[in-house]
């Protein structure tokens, strides 16, 4: 067991937990916060996405120990009542299905956009392509991310 | 419209248990018997605290959807039936998932299936908001002491014509509560429906893309521990021996214990219970099947496709004189692969058992089943076995609520803790029910002009429903479905051991893909328009021929693409519903790209347009990624595709444009959520066909180089 530190959604968050356990089940079955969804366990399908320091990693292959010290966000922190515009421009379009993969899905947009404020379609097929979504709603989702960019550029 | 209440659906109303009124309604499918065994006689006796419409004083009114929500909108669309006729505020409604009630929502079948959501509740669900909108309106009126007749309603409130006084439904909720339940229900005619047929936002948006909304495997309880279980990799094999010592000595696993499906590994989170379980010794006994594999299945269903003697399933004409009227029949051979569901979200349930009460939390399509599986595993009875239904992350068709409920309930019991059992992405294709392996032998005869004039399809598939006159309807179906004159169609059961199951669209998701290519066939063999000779086939289908001529003006069938791009029609009727689709293709390095799909549906009256074109865009996409790539393999017994790599759904990257019209109609309402999903791999087949002259015949298209 080790103990790691690092600020989760903004905060300063400690765990007590064995150093390799991957930062999703920490996430999930040890804080408690379950907006980040596992799917697959290896990386293959992103609904596990959150952001590390700002970039969207695959939490369910991503070990608690490699956190200590860095800065996580996930879907509950995204923004502080659901108006982050991809959350706004997802809701416009009503985009979710099912939604389990959703909260991977707009972890990965909001990044996108954070480091290209206006994508093209060929970069939202390259950024999303890791997310997988089994209702089919990726009309929807490429249609959303380019509402969001529309707003000002994807920036809360 | 003003019609007698069918004694059928007779409608409840009492006093809501919180105050304010409650109106319920028998439904149909739940049977006269159970309904007076439960409540006796219509009249008398109070409602059990459960119903459908909940107005509380404070005006909050809550729609209580009895028909899970796997993803395609079933609480929104439901909402949407029982607020246009309660004429209520849609800004302020709240919705929940019914608890498990026989004789309110349907018993064992209390679920959502067979596309049947919006087609069993379309008139019972507004009938039951006409209800209690009327005794609203008697309350208002008894109050003004007016008429009714001289109330009218509007957003939540009722108006009094005469003064333009208005009582807000919460303020008569009490009031109507002690009302007898109207002889007569007015419905709307639908030229004045504001909700029915209006692209409202769903309801579960917001929770979606915030990370609220709560699935299965986010449930969490007090003092919980989760668990994972190892099970026999081949089918029907057992445990033989095992030893716990290195699983336990894993840091948060607290028990490995048997349970009849495994050995069920438990520990303070999912990962150390994963960790346990891959530390685990076990030793199976693989049983009858470890020898099993995917070239002995497609060698017994290919044998069985030329077995003569097959159950027949669909005679009329005289097939052998019409084909021995030709010189060359036409055959053809098609096959189709297992597939696996690969919803995203894994089974999870998780289950209690405190104080003689066992308590159930998971997503599944079929509260009910949940229900019987948890009274069966806990031993207690009906009453004392609860259901909590949650959001599902898809399902497609075999979230039941069978196996995965089961385990959750023994491992409770054998832990004596809530527990949480989850499924790993390779439990999820490995322990699955799977869409059946099959194979069709096709022959047909042309008549001197080079329309049809037979047709014959001996079916090899398993079955999971049984026979009924020797033949399974569920592997037939859509197989003949043609004005052709003389028409055959046989099958044969090849019991074969892998679990198989409901999988979105079932026998049409096979059948569809080897008829329209096989029309295709003969289209050409017949020196016919593919479109062309559809519309002779459909003519006995108005609805089909319709949604056909849409699609291939959409697509502007018949007019020149651009060098290497090509067209392909395919087109279904199930469900009570329409759909032709035209995917537009083209071939890079060997491989099918699907560039665009014009998808033109007929679903009868739309609750929800938005829905609909949701399930038209994602039925097809279910559709596709099988059609590309979808093929679970059996390898001595046991699944040989353990994750994404191995069995990939279709990726943004290569979603087609999807183009859906849907045709304005008064029928009844259809189904949606399987629509779309028979005719894409045919299309994008007929597609292929057109552009190389080469017909594929056995799916997923990945297995062959074009």
């Known amino acids: 067991m080790a103990n790691i530190t690092f600020t989760l959604n903004g905060a300063s968050q400690s765990v007590d937990v064995v150093p390799e356990m991957p930062l999703l089940w920490v996430l999930r079955d040890v804080i408690g916060l379950t907006g980040t969804k596992f799917g697959c366990g290896m990386a293959l399908c992103g609904a596990c996405t959150v952001h590390l320091d700002g970039q969207p990693v695959r939490s369910c292959s991503t070990p608690i120990k490699s956190v200590a010290g860095k800065r996580v966000v996930t879907i509950e922190g995204l923004s502080p009542n659901g108006t982050h515009p991809v959350q706004r421009a997802w809701m416009e379009v009503d985009v979710p299905q099912c939604g389990y993969c959703q909260s991977g899905q707009l972890m990965t947009a909001a990044a996108l956009l954070a480091r290209k404020p206006k994508p093209t379609d060929a970069d939202i097929d390259e950024a999303m392509r890791g997310n997988l979504c089994r209702c089919g709603t990726y009309q929807s989702v490429r249609a959303a991310v380019h509402r969001a960019a529309a707003m000002n550029g994807g920036r809360s | ?706």
């Not at chain 2, 309880?221 to 990799?233: D, K, S």
């Open chain 2, 1 to 706: 419209m003003t019609r007698g209440i069918d004694r059928r659906w007779f409608l409840k109303a009492s006093a809501a248990a919180t105050g304010g009124l409650l109106v319920g309604i028998y439904l149909p499918e739940a049977g006269e018997v159970v309904l007076d065994a439960q409540f006796g006689p219509p009249g008398g006796g109070p409602i059990v605290p459960s119903a459908f419409i909940r107005i509380g004083t404070d005006d909050v009114v809550t729609l209580i959807v009895h028909k899970p929500d796997n993803g395609q909108g079933t609480e929104t669309s439901i909402a949407q039936l029982l607020a246009e006729e309660l004429d209520c505020d849609w800004s302020r409604i709240k919705t929940e998932f019914a608890p498990i009630n026989a004789a309110l929502y349907g018993g064992a079948l209390q679920g959502t299936f067979g596309s049947m959501a919006i087609r069993t509740t379309y008139d019972p669900m507004r009938r039951t908001g006409a209800a209690a909108r009327d005794m609203l309106m008697q309350a208002a009126a008894s109050r003004w002491n007016i008429q009714k007749s001289q109330c009218r309603t509007e957003n939540g409130a009722v108006i009094n014509t005469v003064t333009n006084a208005r009582l807000s439904y919460g303020s008569l909720a009490e009031a109507a509560a002690k009302l007898p339940v109207p002889a007569n229900i007015t419905l709307k005619d639908p030229a004045q429906f504001k909700l029915i047929g209006k692209p409202l936002q769903r309801v579960d948006t917001p929770a979606k893309v915030t990370g609220k909304a709560t699935f299965g495997i986010d449930v969490r309880l007090p003092g919980m521990l989760h668990a994972v279980v190892a099970r026999c990799p081949v089918f029907d094999g057992k445990v033989a021996r095992f030893d716990a010592t290195k699983a336990k000595a894993v840091p948060g696993v607290t028990h490995v214990v048997e349970i009849p499906q495994g050995i069920a590994v438990v520990a303070e989170n999912t990962w150390a219970a994963m960790e346990g379980r891959r530390v685990l010794q076990v030793e199976w006994d693989e049983g009858p099947n470890a020898k099993l594999s995917s070239p002995e299945i497609r060698q017994r269903l290919l044998t069985l496709t030329t077995t003569e003697g097959g159950g027949v399933a669909e005679q009329h004409g005289d097939f052998a004189k019409a084909l021995a009227a030709v010189s060359q029949p036409i055959e053809a051979t098609y096959e189709a692969p297992y597939l696996a569901h690969a919803r995203l979200e894994p089974h999870a349930c998780v289950a209690q058992i405190k104080d003689g009460v066992c308590e159930i939390w998971t997503g599944t399509q079929i509260p009910g089943q949940a229900h019987s599986t948890a009274v069966q595993a806990s031993g207690l009875k009906p009453d004392q076995v609860r259901v909590h239904t949650t959001y599902m992350g898809g399902s497609y068709g075999s979230r039941g609520g069978g196996p995965f409920v089961m385990e959750a309930v023994e491992v409770a019991k054998a832990t004596n803790r809530p527990i949480k059992v989850t499924y790993s992405r390779d439990d999820e294709l490995q322990h699955d029910l799977y869409r059946p392996a099959s194979a069709v032998r096709f022959m047909a005869a042309l008549d001197t002009e080079g329309w049809p004039a037979a047709w014959f399809a001996r079916i090899a598939c398993p079955t999971w429903m049984g026979l009924r006159n020797g033949v399974a309807r569920e592997s037939v179906e859509g197989i003949a479905e043609y004005d052709i004159p003389n028409v055959k169609v046989e099958y044969h059961d090849p019991k074969l051991p892998i679990p198989t199951g409901y999988w979105r669209s079932v026998g049409l998701s096979q059948n569809t893909f080897f008829a329209e290519s096989f029309v295709d066939e003969l289209a050409a063999r017949g020196k016919k328009d593919p479109v062309e000779l559809r519309r002779r086939l459909y003519a006995k289908s108005p609805r089909l021929l319709a949604v056909l001529n849409l699609a291939a003006e959409k697509a502007d069938w018949g007019k020149p693409l651009p060098a290497g791009r090509f067209r392909g029609v395919a087109a279904v009727a199930g469900f009570g519903s329409f759909n032709a689709q035209v995917a537009e293709v083209s071939i890079e390095q060997g491989r099918v790209r699907v560039h665009r799909v014009v998808c033109a549906v007929d679903c009868g009256r739309v609750i929800n347009p938005t829905g609909v074109i949701q399930q038209a865009q994602g039925a097809m996409v279910y559709g596709l990624s099988a059609a590309l790539r979808g093929n679970i393999t059996i390898d001595r017994g046991r699944v040989a595709e353990s994750n994404f790599h191995q069995y990939e759904p279709l990726r943004m990257n290569e979603m087609p444009v999807v183009d859906v019209h849907i045709v304005s109609s008064t029928a009844a309402p259809g189904g949606m959520g399987e629509l779309t999903t028979p005719p894409i791999a045919a299309a994008v087949g007929n597609a292929i066909f057109a552009g190389t002259g080469k017909r594929i015949r056995r799916l997923p298209f990945s297995l062959e180089k074009i």
